[in-house]
């Protein structure tokens, strides 16, 4: 999938093939559709794949179109994210699409932890990251400005 990606991103005809694969009836192909996705490809073409496999009737494939959605910063797909969460029943697809919703929605997720901290988690140049902070912390410096801070570390 790796070397089919970098071609879809320059080659029309590579593109049609994994249209193709993303329509397939075997499951296991249209997930290696999603993985063929590369941020340098046309947006309308990822949006596409990536839309189609948030309905896909395969809850594998559903999972891995929301976690490669986030991977690929593609916020655009928002909406399409909070309906395929408001209907999906299967339980690990439904908390891979949450986180992804939150992060593409929010910019970052914030849970409090049992210690009375919060864990911040948010995109890194790489992936994304979590940290965890004291309350007075996050009030004294901004969620922005840890944001900020995150979008700036390649380590997270």
């Not at 997720?109 to 919060?118: A, H, P, R």
Request: proline share 3%.
């Amino acid at each position: 999938t790796e070397f089919l990606g970098k071609l879809t991103g320059e080659y029309a005809l590579a593109r049609e093939s994994v249209e193709k694969m993303a329509v397939d009836s075997r499951s296991h192909v249209r997930f290696n559709a999603i993985l063929c996705l590369k941020k340098a490809m046309p947006l309308d073409f990822t949006l596409r794949i990536v839309r189609q496999g948030l309905r896909d009737k395969s809850a594998n494939v559903r999972g891995k179109a929301a976690d490669w959605a986030g991977r690929l910063r593609v916020s655009q797909v928002v909406p399409d994210l909070e309906a395929a969460f408001a209907v999906e029943k299967n339980k690990k697809v439904k908390d891979t699409i949450e986180f992804e919703l939150s992060l593409l929605r929010d910019g970052y997720i914030l849970k409090q932890e049992k210690d009375g901290t919060f864990r911040v988690t948010a995109f890194t140049p790489n992936g994304c990251g979590s940290r965890r902070f004291k309350g007075t912390e996050i009030e004294q410096r901004g969620m922005e400005a840890i944001v900020a801070e995150f979008a700036s570390d390649p380590l997270g």
